[in-house]
Nanobody, 123 residues
Framework: QVQLVESGGGLVQAGASLRLSCTAS????????MGWFRQAPGKEREFVAAISWSGGSTTYTDSVKGRFTISRDNAKNTVYLQMNNLKPEDTAVYYC????????????????WGQGTQVTVSS
């Protein structure tokens, strides 16, 4: 069983930055691919970014490329999402997720999810 706890959300103005953190329980974090997802009110959950076990591979949805950066610190069992130049359309609950069956980025099946952290961007 893996527990994921997100933090770092908040209310900011457009153009501001936030850094989300997600800390995982257990000893095998370094073997998991990790992802960030978000869900805006009335919309389906969407993929935001993902990172391989080593941090050597990352991928992003087009709408956040150049503004968001995913990273991880395996010594701290933590994955981060640095969000710069935030826009009102980034407003959502952000979730981190772990694919405990694969360390690499390839059709990942995320089997553990955090509870989410709210990000609200005002115009």
């Amino acid at each position: 069983q893996v527990q994921l706890v997100e933090s770092g959300g908040g209310l900011v103005q457009a153009g501001a930055s936030l850094r989300l953190s997600c800390t995982a329980s257990g000893r095998f974090f370094r073997t998991y691919a990790m992802g960030w997802f978000r869900q805006a009110p009335g919309k389906e959950r969407e993929f935001v970014a993902a990172i391989s076990w080593s941090g050597g591979s990352t991928t992003y949805t087009d709408s956040v490329k150049g503004r968001f950066t995913i990273s991880r610190d395996n010594a701290k069992n933590t994955v981060y999402l640095q969000m710069n130049n935030l826009k009102p359309e980034d407003t959502a609950v952000y979730y981190c997720a772990a694919d405990t069956t694969s360390p690499v980025l390839a059709d990942n099946d995320y089997d553990y999810w955090g509870q989410g952290t709210q990000v609200t961007v005002s115009s």
